[in-house]
């Protein structure tokens, strides 16, 4: 049975799941759906199409499935979706996807979305990602799973960040991310792998050289960029990790590729790897 505070307006359509628990002040809308155990601490706001899957905590003054800050926008009725034991932090704005989109913004299951973060319309984020403090993300930016979002960071719209990347906090992000990669700074350029997540997640010392000498490959040594593609591919055809970063460069994109910064040392600093 759910519990709702008496000072709560639940829309009489809205879909509230078992065990839901819904603190005061809060407002929900008529299309909304929680799913079980989805708790409201209080003062937040859900409207839209919008589903909150199982467990997913929301803390106060948080909005999810507004309407998206896009001017042509008129009313439709797109679509967000938050998944399982997600964790929105207080203030975070979440907006509902966009007609000039595909309509629906999607957070993944197991996610962080901390305090004042704002994720925009028919953005998609994969599971596991944390976006830290104060970040913003553009419209119809793709992050891939796994992925950390420094404090303060600003991801241009269309902007995609490949799985296990990591992006230092007050970063200005303008173009695609490889998987596995870091990037920071102010324009974003990558200064390496992002070496202790992958280590934590068990990656072998075979697995990690292979990432590395395509990194260098790709974003360090002279010549014409397509061919040193063509070359990793060759080195590397059997390699998972490295096509994972290979299809990924060579995707479509609005945006093109982040590019290397001056100082890679901090990938060189550790070869023990």
């Known amino acids: 049975m759910a519990e709702i505070h008496p000072t709560a307006a639940v829309a009489p359509s809205a879909v509230i799941g078992e065990g839901c628990r819904i603190g005061p002040a809060c407002v929900i809308g ?26 997913v905590r929301v803390f106060p003054f948080a909005t999810i499935g507004m309407a998206p800050q896009d001017l042509k926008y008129k009313g439709e009725p797109t679509r967000c979706e938050i998944g399982a034991r997600t964790l929105i932090r207080e203030h975070a704005t979440i907006h509902r996807g966009s007609v000039g989109g595909a309509g629906v913004t999607r957070v993944g299951a197991d996610c962080m979305i901390m305090a004042v973060a704002h994720v925009a319309h028919d953005c998609t984020l994969a599971d596991r990602v944390i976006i830290a403090n104060n970040v913003m993300l553009g419209g119809h930016v793709e992050i891939g799973d796994t992925v950390f979002v420094g404090g303060g960071t600003a991801i241009h719209q269309f902007v995609r960040i490949g799985r296990q990347a990591v992006i230092g906090g007050m970063s200005g992000v303008e173009a695609d991310v490889i998987p596995y990669g870091s990037a920071m700074g102010n324009r974003a350029r ?7 997540g992958l280590k934590r997640r068990g990656f072998s010392r075979p697995q990690i050289h292979a990432l590395r000498g395509a990194f260098r490959l790709l974003f360090k040594e002279p010549g014409v960029f397509s061919e040193r593609l063509e070359e990793a591919e060759r080195r590397w055809a059997d390699d998972a990790q490295v096509g994972e970063i290979l299809a990924f460069i060579k995707a479509p994109s609005k945006r093109g590729l982040c590019k290397a910064g001056r100082d890679l040392g901090a990938d060189d600093a550790d070869d023990e790897a």
Do not use: C, F, K, W
């Open 190 to 196: 990558m200064i390496g792998l992002n070496l202790i």
């Open 30 to 55: 008529p299309h909304v759906e929680l799913g079980a155990g989805v708790e409201l601490i209080s003062h937040v706001v859900v409207d839209g199409h919008t589903r909150l899957g199982d467990g």
